[in-house]
């Protein structure tokens, strides 16, 4: 039998939970959803008002550190099922093989996790092992080309070189504090701001045909505007 070849992911994008709290999800998530036409993309939820409400009763019913792990993993989830639906080209899913076929098709996939990381018994059951290991994890398993936290950052930190500029975000609380310890090692990791959908341009591939660069200009210069424009009409 002939072996299947190993996907390849150009990007793992982390849509930080704090996103969440502002006008810019829908927006970047319809951004996302022009970068996927081109690129073989996964989009993997941060937690946001979910995870706080884990953080609340936790703190609330003094809870023990694995049940409110487990909560947390399920409240990405929860924002998960609310970033596909801003976009009528995104899907979530639960499983690797069914992204693939979501990222073959040009549309997002949306990774619903929480059952694969309960699973992986090398990851810590604790508030430290936050979406961002998370993500650090699974571009390390996927061997991603690129991993892009989006975050609700005033200044981007751009291009993370190395564990010990992970370790300065950490202690900065930019990045949890297990992050630069899952920094995936064949994989180019990046913080950019979530609210600024131009810092995802560097992604998008050049277009080296006149008419080409014309049409892909048209449909990455307005990702509000006309694609923005008919989704609005329809409508975590």
Request: hydrophobic share 45%; net charge positive.
């Amino acid at each position: 039998m002939r072996q299947r070849r190993p996907f390849r992911w150009d990007l793992l994008l982390k849509v930080g939970g704090s996103l969440g709290r502002g006008p810019d999800l829908r927006p970047l998530m319809q951004r996302i959803a022009l970068l996927a036409r081109r690129r073989r993309l996964l989009v993997l939820p941060g937690g946001g008002a979910f995870a706080d409400l884990v953080r609340a009763q936790t703190a609330r019913q003094r809870l023990d550190e694995k049940t409110a792990h487990h909560m947390a993993l399920l409240a990405m989830d929860q924002y998960g099922l609310l970033l596909s639906s801003l976009t009528r080209r995104s899907t979530a899913v639960d499983n690797l093989r069914a992204a693939e076929l979501v990222a073959e098709s040009g549309r997002v996939p949306v990774l619903l996790a929480s059952s694969w990381i309960q699973r992986e018994t090398s990851l810590e059951r604790s508030v430290r092992l936050t979406s961002d290991s998370i993500a650090a994890f699974i571009a390390g398993r996927l061997m991603a080309a690129n991993l892009v936290l989006l975050k609700s950052v005033t200044r981007g930190a751009g291009r993370i070189p190395d564990r010990a500029a992970a370790g300065a975000l950490a202690r900065r609380g930019v990045v949890d504090p297990l992050f630069s310890r899952m920094l995936p090692s064949r994989t180019a990791v990046w913080v950019l701001r979530g609210h600024r959908l131009s810092d995802l341009d560097r992604f998008m591939p050049p277009i080296h045909r006149a008419t080409g660069r014309r049409r892909i200009a048209d449909e990455w210069s307005g990702p509000a505007a006309r694609l923005g424009r008919s989704e609005r009409r329809e409508t975590i």
